[in-house]
């Protein structure tokens, strides 16, 4: 197995907040809680490029590792994933194209700041 690590950049975007700031994964410039209310929303989004050298029968996804608040959203090409507890493990060999965006959306239940707390990865699975 071969993982790629999606660190920096990332752009997060809070309710409030314009134009988004550029932050690493794990997120290392914490929100304040005070700018913080219940269903606020934080979305992180990148881009990258499809790993090269695939081959047909290897199968690669995607590894939210860990977060903090409600997990409302994670799309990939436009293909939303249903929330799961942490860690999000999805498949994206059949969506998978020559350039890719993933869009993760938090919500605070509570006041509590979400954030990306663990890494998010790509694993490649040779056949």
């Given at each position: 197995m071969h993982v790629i690590k999606l660190r920096r950049p990332w752009d997060r975007t809070v309710d409030l907040e314009q134009p988004p700031v550029v932050v690493d994964v794990p997120d290392a410039i914490p929100l304040t809680a005070t700018s913080i209310s219940a269903g606020d929303q934080v979305r992180y989004q990148r881009g990258f490029n499809s790993p090269s050298g695939l081959?047909?029968?290897d199968a690669i996804c995607l590894c939210v590792g860990a977060w903090q608040?409600?997990?409302e959203s994670v799309?990939?090409?436009?293909?939303?994933?249903?929330?799961?507890?942490?860690?999000?493990?999805v498949d994206l060999s059949k969506i998978l194209e020559g350039f890719n965006r993933i869009e993760i959306t938090l919500t605070s239940e509570s006041g509590e700041v979400p954030c990306l707390t663990g890494d998010v990865v790509l694993r490649i699975q040779e056949d």
């Open positions: 081959a047909g029968a608040g409600k997990l799309q990939v090409n436009g293909t939303v994933f249903s929330p799961a507890h942490a860690p999000l493990v």
